[in-house]
C-alpha cells in the first residue's frame, strides 16, 4: 500500500515536471511546420521535428538543441517567419538563464549606501591594528547579533590585537577562541548565520582558508543560489595575509579562492579603516564574504575617522589613489604600497602613472571605472602576488575582455605577478618571489620604452 502511494506520487511529480517542457516541445515543432511552408530546406526542418518528437521524455536541453540546429539550417536564407523561431528560442533563454543561473547574490550589498569617512583636526591617529580594534568594538557595540570566534580571537584578542580587551568587554560568548580547526569554525559559522546570528569567524592566516574552502565552496557559497534564495548564510570570514616572509605564511592563492567562492564576496582593502568600512558595509546586507586584510598594515599608522562606526565602502568600486596621465597600474592589497612607491619613483623618470586600488575581486569593478582610466592612459599593468595567469590574468579579462578596454589600448596590456612557487622564505625570498617596487617599476618603464625609447631609454 506504501509502494503504491509512493510511486503514484512520483508518477505524479514526473508528470508535473514533464508538462510545460512538452508544451515548449509543441511550440518548437509548430513553427517548425509554419518555416517548413516556405522555405527550400522543408525537408531538413522535418527530419529535425521528427527527431524531437521522437524523444520519449525530452529535455529542455532537447528542444534547444533541436531550434539551434534549424536556425543553422537556416542561417542563409530569408525566411520571413524564421524570426518566429528566433524570438522564442531568445525568451525561453531568458527564462532558463532565470531558472537555472540566477540568485547567485541576493543583492542587499548593493542597496547598502555609501557613508564616507570623516575627519577632524581632533582625529587622531593610530596604529593600524588599533583601527580595526576600534571598528570591531563599535561593531559589537550596537549589534548584539554579532559574534567573533576563532583561533587566539577571545583570551589574546586574536594575533594581531583586533579584537584586544573584546572578550573582557562583550563576554566570552561573543568574542571566544576555538581549537586549531579551520572547517569546524566556517561550519559552526554558517549554522550561527542560519539561525539569524552575525558571525565572524577567523582563519588565522590566508594561507589557511584552503583548509576549509571545500566547505566556502560547495556549501556557504552556493546556499543562497541553490536554493533560489530561500536560504542565506551571511558569514563574514576574516582573516590576514599576503606577505609575513615565510613559507606557509606569505601565500596570495587569491585566483584559487575566488574561482570557487563565487556566491561570496572577497574583499581586499589595503589598509584597515577600509576593512573597518567594509566591515559596516557588510553586516547591513545578507551576504557572506571573505575579507583579506594586510599583515603589514596593522603596523602601518591610519587617521580614525570619527564616524568609525557608521563609515561604509561600497564593494565593487576600484579607487584612484594616484592620478596619472601616461600608464594605468591597477593592484590591490599589500601592491597597493609597492605601487604607489614605484609611481612616485616613474614620476621621477617623467611618467605619470595613475594607479587604481580595485578594493574588491568579487565583485569586480561594476561602474567600469578602469577602463575609463584606460580611455585616458591608453597603458595598463595589472598587479598582484597570485601566481602567474592568476589575479592578475582574472583582473584583464575583467578589464580588457568584459569591459571593453581592449579598445583603448595603445599597448599591450601586461600582468605582473608573483613566482609560480610559493614565496620563499625571509626577506630577500619575499623580494624575489612577488612583485617588489624596483619590478613594478620596470613592468611600467618597459610599457613606456616600447612607446617612446628616445624619450624612455633602456635601462638594462
Not at 68 to 92: C, D, F, G, I, Y
Not at 369 to 388: A, G, H, M, Q, Y
Request: proline fraction near 5%; aromatic fraction near 8%.
Amino acid at each position: 500500500m506504501l509502494f503504491r502511494s509512493v510511486e503514484t506520487v512520483r508518477k505524479t511529480a514526473w508528470e508535473d515536471y514533464q508538462k510545460p517542457i512538452l508544451e515548449e516541445r509543441e511550440e518548437v515543432m509548430d513553427i517548425l511546420d509554419e518555416i517548413a511552408g516556405n522555405s527550400r530546406h522543408a525537408s531538413d526542418l522535418s527530419r529535425i521535428k521528427e527527431q524531437l518528437a521522437a524523444i520519449p521524455a525530452p529535455l529542455r536541453r532537447d528542444i534547444h538543441s533541436a531550434a539551434h540546429e534549424a536556425l543553422r539550417t537556416l542561417r542563409a536564407e530569408s525566411n520571413p517567419t524564421k524570426q518566429t523561431l528566433v524570438q522564442w528560442k531568445n525568451a525561453r533563454e531568458a527564462e532558463n538563464q532565470e531558472r537555472y543561473g540566477s540568485l547567485l547574490y541576493d543583492g542587499s550589498v548593493a542597496a547598502v549606501p555609501e557613508v564616507k569617512p570623516v575627519y577632524s583636526d581632533a582625529s587622531p591617529t593610530l596604529m593600524g591594528f588599533e583601527i580595526v580594534n576600534a571598528g570591531f568594538d563599535a561593531i559589537l557595540a550596537r549589534n548584539p547579533r554579532v559574534i567573533a570566534f576563532g583561533e587566539d580571537v577571545g583570551h589574546l584578542g586574536d594575533v594581531n590585537q583586533g579584537f584586544k580587551g573584546m572578550q573582557e568587554k562583550y563576554g566570552a560568548l561573543r568574542v571566544t577562541d576555538t581549537g586549531i580547526r579551520e572547517a569546524t569554525i566556517l561550519g559552526q559559522a554558517i549554522g550561527m548565520a542560519m539561525r539569524g546570528l552575525r558571525p565572524i569567524c577567523e582563519i588565522q592566516y590566508l594561507d589557511y582558508i584552503l583548509f576549509a574552502l571545500q566547505t566556502m565552496s560547495d556549501d556557504l557559497s552556493t546556499l543562497h543560489w541553490r536554493t533560489a534564495g530561500g536560504q542565506s548564510a551571511p558569514v563574514i570570514v576574516r582573516t590576514r595575509g599576503h606577505r609575513l616572509e615565510g613559507i606557509w605564511h606569505s601565500g596570495s592563492p587569491m585566483a584559487g579562492i575566488i574561482h570557487l567562492v563565487r556566491g561570496m564576496n572577497v574583499l581586499v582593502p589595503r589598509d584597515m579603516t577600509r576593512a573597518v568600512g567594509f566591515y559596516n558595509t557588510l553586516l547591513q546586507a545578507d551576504e557572506p564574504a571573505l575579507v583579506v586584510e594586510v599583515l603589514n598594515s596593522y603596523r602601518y599608522k591610519e587617521t580614525l575617522p570619527d564616524n568609525l562606526g557608521e563609515f561604509t565602502v561600497p564593494l565593487g568600486v576600484p579607487e584612484v589613489i594616484r592620478e596619472g596621465s601616461d600608464i594605468t597600474l591597477v593592484t590591490y592589497g599589500a601592491c597597493c604600497r609597492f605601487t604607489m612607491e614605484a609611481a612616485q619613483k616613474l614620476s621621477e623618470a617623467g611618467i605619470e602613472a595613475e594607479v587604481i586600488d580595485v578594493q574588491s575581486l568579487l565583485p569586480f569593478d561594476v561602474h567600469g571605472r578602469i577602463v575609463e582610466s584606460l580611455k585616458k592612459t591608453n597603458r595598463i599593468v595589472f598587479i598582484d602576488e597570485d601566481v602567474p595567469g592568476g589575479t592578475s590574468a582574472y583582473m584583464m579579462r575583467e578589464v580588457i575582455e568584459k569591459q571593453g578596454g581592449y579598445f583603448h589600448l595603445d599597448s599591450p596590456a601586461r600582468t605582473l605577478s608573483g613566482q609560480a612557487h610559493r614565496p620563499a622564505a625571509g626577506s630577500d625570498g619575499d623580494y624575489w618571489s612577488k612583485p617588489n617596487v624596483e619590478t613594478i617599476f620596470d613592468a611600467a618603464y618597459e610599457v613606456m620604452n616600447e612607446v617612446d625609447p628616445n624619450r624612455y631609454p633602456a635601462i638594462l
